[in-house]
């Protein structure tokens, strides 16, 4: 008797032994199962740019015996963007040149902002008349820099912007804030035939702030 008794008490720590581990695997599989259909499921959104509440910051270096930036703002015209969870697959921003606004000090009488700005607009620079939009397109986004297209003055290349932060805020809203450095020369924005073009830095900064909500 004590021997089928001995025999009963394993074969029934055998079952549940047998029954856990079956148990702990199907959790397993459940488990991964869970987490890899999170991992497919990133929700997609698109995105409408808010003109009003957007806005690029440019800034400009000018050497030689003194060095000193011209740097203001300038107006999005308009833009969709479209995010998948934390990614931007794609986006384009439109720039409004006509609204060039420098906001440094270095300015007088004599020397107004207008004249400036008006210089900018002509075709030593960007030839405002006939390229009124720049445009960034987005084409891929690695860690947090967005590649895409810069174009002006029809001129095409691919630049990055760096993604300082991006986030959704209370509102609902998409908000980025990023910044690109170009080459002007790339883009025909040169004081051709002129020596003081040489007094002016090549590169350009632009700050984005951009915000958006959901279309």
């Known amino acids: 008797m004590k021997k089928i008794n001995l025999f009963l008490a394993v074969a029934a720590a055998g079952v549940m032994m047998t029954s856990c581990a079956g148990e702990t695997k199907h959790e397993e599989e459940t488990t991964e199962a869970t987490e ?19 806005t690029v910051r440019w800034e400009g270096s000018v050497t030689g015996g003194q060095v000193y930036s011209h740097f203001g703002s300038i107006s999005v015209k308009e833009g969709t963007m479209t995010s998948e969870g ?4 794609a986006g384009k921003v439109a720039i409004d040149m006509t609204t060039i606004a420098p906001e440094d000090e270095g300015y007088s009488e004599e020397r107004p902002a207008a004249d400036l700005v008006g210089h900018l607009a002509t075709a030593d620079f960007f030839d405002i ?24 003055r029809g001129k095409s290349n691919e630049e ?15 908000h ?23 007094l002016l830095s090549d590169n350009i900064n632009l700050q984005f702030d951009i915000t958006g909500s959901k279309s």
Request: glycine share 4%.
């Open 129 to 152: 008349e006939n390229n009124p939009n720049a445009t960034f397109e987005f084409t891929r986004m690695e860690g947090m820099s967005v590649f895409g297209n810069l174009n002006i």
């Open 86 to 89: 934390e990614t931007m697959t």
């Open 160 to 174: 990055e912007l760096i993604i300082d932060s991006m986030e959704v805020n209370e509102a609902g809203e998409l």
């Open 36 to 54: 890899a259909t999170e991992e497919v499921v990133a929700e997609v959104a698109n995105w409408t740019i808010n003109a009003e509440k957007s």
């Open 176 to 198: 980025i804030v990023g910044h690109l450095d170009f080459d002007r020369q790339k883009y025909d924005v040169a004081w051709k035939h002129y020596m003081e073009d040489v």
